[in-house]
């Protein structure tokens, strides 16, 4: 199982090698961080908890700096991260606290599924929130041609529960499924992947699939520094 965070960036069109155009979805991925291990025993849930995102020291605080104590990476001091996941994972994983993984774990012609939260519009009415066709202009209907018109029912004397009516719309967590990695850019950490992604821009966007396995980043070890003492050159007192 491959997952990563991201931030949806804007939607470009790309060509193929057949010439053929392809709409497709800028996103931000990564570099993710794993900040905690759950498991079912401790937690109640086995999951990985990631980060994603750069943050100043200054905007955290202290319950969040302490659960990010002691993640070192490629020798800096404990990080700081924008945002926290919770990503479900059914078997045991080979992740551990400071793992870190990048969009290369992605190759281009996969198959994921994107997961992202919906515009929001405020409160609409039934016509633009669920289509309803509204009723006659004229013959005794005043005011009446975007209402939605009766929603009792006859024998049980209440409302059903899930009746289409006015409501708040949008901003609600939207999953796509069976969508196209087109191209993979590690050096900038992009992902174009074909289609439509819910959310607006700068929106987080979750990029799963249920196929392969997440590969770490290796650093280099810090080379080991030499102290070297400079010896003052010998002064003759008889030269003037």
Known sequence: ???????????LQVFRED?????????????CVVTQIKTADKNGVS????????????????????????????????????MLRDQRVNESTDLKRGDVFSVKIFTPGEKVQVIGTSKGKGFQGVVKRHGFHGGPATHGHKDNSRAPGSIGAGGVQRVFKGMRMAGHM???RITVKNLEIVSVHPETNE??????????????????????????????????????????????????
């Open 191 to 240: 992902v174009l992947i074909k289609g439509a992604l819910p959310g607006a821009r700068g929106g987080i966007v979750l990029i799963s699939t249920n196929e392969g396995k997440i590969e770490i980043e290796k650093f280099a070890e810090p080379a080991a520094v030499e102290s070297v003492v400079e010896q003052a050159p010998e002064v003759n007192p008889t030269s003037n």
């Open 47 to 82: 999951a990985v908890q990631i980060g994603f995102g750069a943050q100043k020291r200054f905007r955290l605080n202290k319950p969040a700096l302490g659960h990010l104590k002691g993640i070192n990476v490629n020798g800096d001091e404990t990080i700081t991260v924008r």
């Open 170 to 172: 949008g901003d609600a």
């Open 19 to 31: 010439g053929t155009v392809v709409p497709v979805t800028k996103v931000e991925a990564g570099p």
């Open 1 to 11: 199982m491959k997952f990563i965070l991201g931030k949806k960036l804007n939607m």
